[in-house]
């Protein structure tokens, strides 16, 4: 693990890793330099205060190897928890486990990436994290999950300062882009939506209520939590009238721009929806006004697909440089994903 994965002032991050146990305390040691004397006095009489639970948590098995650094199924339990409720690996069905642990390994990918080029959270944003999040307010008891919406922080910041910094669209692609959806302009009903999809009724009744009473921004939630395309991007995508399945559609049909679905199951998942346009037949008098609001959501579509566009490709590449081993016996349940190097 690299130093820069903390910055300085990270007090936060450095504590849940100790709580934690990481089993390579040579790197702890290169963290707790960082700090000041009396900080690192502290740290030390916490880490020996929680040894009997070290000696548990190291004592998790190890379920994959990414580039050398061991990925311990307790750790990725604890994430299974944060995306889908109370999960193990010894429940979770073949085909969602592993791409679970396919979405896991990428974060780990990510999360290293960002450690290289010295991206980190500190304190601050953390304290301003927990005053909009209220999963960031726990005790030592759900440690874990505070880890892994800190390590949130880092992916989007990363994703944002790093692999978006130098993405551009020309205003030729942008008039490309809307002459090619030509027919779009003047469609009949349509209407644009953001989803946030995740695989638990659980946590997207958590979502939602975050969302709904909270005034968490759908869009970060989505970005943050679903797994549905354009995630990255805040989830948003256009449809016309029956292009959706029928119950998606039918809990979608009564909302008004700016209202939020409940939470609507299918095969694909836990969906909640937030209405932010919707297009009748144009009126001959409203045509211009709506046709030019089209325009504008289509350069915003434009922009969130080259965003992901530049995410994955991204990705792909710290996924083709990495090396790594899956160790079944150890899972928990029969992997079938695609990061299998071994």
């Not at 960082?34 to 916490?46: A, E, G, N, T």
Request: net charge neutral; charged share 30%.
């Amino acid at each position: 693990m690299d130093a820069n994965y903390f910055s300085a002032g990270s007090s936060h991050k450095v504590f849940w890793l100790l709580i934690y146990c990481p089993a390579d305390y040579n790197n702890a040691r290169l963290i707790m330099a960082s700090l000041s004397r009396k900080r690192r006095f502290v740290y030390v009489l916490l880490v020996l205060a929680l040894a009997g639970g070290c000696r548990t948590a190291d004592r998790s098995p190890v379920i994959a190897t990414v580039n050398g650094r061991e990925i311990q199924r307790d750790a990725f339990e604890r994430f299974l928890a944060l995306k889908m409720g109370e999960f193990n690996t010894a429940s979770v069905p073949d085909s969602l486990g592993s791409e679970m642990l396919d979405e896991y390994i990428r974060r780990r990918l990510v999360l290293d990436e960002a450690a290289r080029v010295g991206l980190a959270v500190n304190d601050e944003e953390i304290e301003q994290a927990a005053k909009e999040n209220p999963q960031m307010k726990t005790t030592a008891a759900t440690a874990g999950t505070r880890e892994e919406l800190i390590d949130d922080m880092i992916i989007e910041k990363y994703y944002r300062q790093v692999v978006l910094r130098d993405v551009r669209i020309s205003q030729e692609e942008r008039q490309k882009y809307i002459a090619d959806n030509q027919s779009r302009l003047v469609e009949r009903a349509a209407f644009y939506v953001r989803e946030i999809r995740v695989q638990s009724r659980e946590v997207a009744e958590r979502l939602r209520r975050e969302v709904t009473e909270g005034d968490r921004d759908f869009a970060e939630v989505a970005r943050l939590y679903s797994d549905a395309p354009g995630s990255e991007q805040g989830g948003l995508s256009r449809y016309e009238e029956g292009q959706l399945p029928a119950m998606l559609e039918k809990a979608i049909s009564p909302l008004r721009p700016g209202d939020v679905s409940q939470v609507i199951g299918s095969s694909f998942g836990f969906h909640i929806f937030k209405l932010e346009r919707r297009y009748q037949t144009d009126p001959a008098d409203e045509r211009r006004s709506q046709i030019d609001e089209r325009r504008s959501l289509l350069a915003e579509e434009m922009v969130a697909r080259k965003n992901q566009q530049a995410v994955d490709e991204a990705i792909g590449r710290l996924v083709s440089a990495a090396a790594i081993k899956i160790n079944d016996p150890a899972l928990g349940f029969t992997y079938a994903g695609r990061l299998r190097q071994n």
